[in-house]
C-alpha cells in the first residue's frame, strides 16, 4: 500500500518562503512521478507543480512559475516544494500525489496525501 504524507505547512508572512515535504512510502519512489497541488475553499484544486521519476523533467503553473521549485530525493523518498516570494493568494491547502506520469490532471494521479495548510498574510 502506497502512502503520501505531506508536512511543512504554516503561518507565513507575505514575501517569506517555506519548504513542503511529501514522502512518498509503500513502493520504490522512482516509481512515481509526483504532484503538488492546492485547494482553497469554494475552489476545485489546482495544478501547481510536477516532476518526473527521474527528476529530468518539472512543470509548473503559470501562477508559480518563478517563485516555487519542486525537486526529489529518492535516498529520502521525499518530494519538495520550495515556495519563494509567497503571496497572500498562495494560502491554500497543498496536496502532494504521486502517478505514474508527470501530468496537470489529478484525476492520473493515484495516490494523495492528506493536505498540509499554508497560509499567507498580508
Known amino acids: 500500500q502506497v502512502q503520501v504524507v505531506e508536512s511543512g505547512g504554516r503561518l507565513v508572512q507575505a514575501g517569506g518562503s517555506l519548504r513542503l515535504s511529501c514522502v512518498v512510502s509503500?513502493?520504490?519512489?522512482?516509481?512515481?512521478?509526483v504532484g503538488w497541488f492546492r485547494q482553497t475553499p469554494g475552489k476545485e484544486r489546482e495544478f501547481v507543480a510536477t516532476?518526473?521519476?527521474?527528476?529530468?523533467?518539472?512543470h509548473y503553473a503559470d501562477s508559480v512559475k518563478g517563485r516555487f521549485s519542486i525537486s526529489r530525493d529518492t535516498a529520502k523518498s521525499t518530494a519538495y516544494l520550495q515556495m519563494n516570494s509567497l503571496k497572500p493568494e498562495d494560502t491554500a491547502v497543498y496536496y502532494c500525489?504521486?502517478?505514474?506520469?508527470?501530468?496537470?490532471?489529478?484525476?492520473?494521479?493515484?495516490?494523495w496525501g492528506q493536505g498540509t495548510q499554508v497560509t499567507v498574510s498580508s
Open positions: 500525489a504521486a502517478g505514474v506520469r508527470a501530468v496537470l490532471l489529478e484525476s492520473l494521479y493515484k495516490y
Open positions: 509503500g513502493r520504490t519512489f522512482t516509481d512515481y512521478a
Open positions: 516532476i518526473t521519476r527521474t527528476s529530468n523533467s518539472t
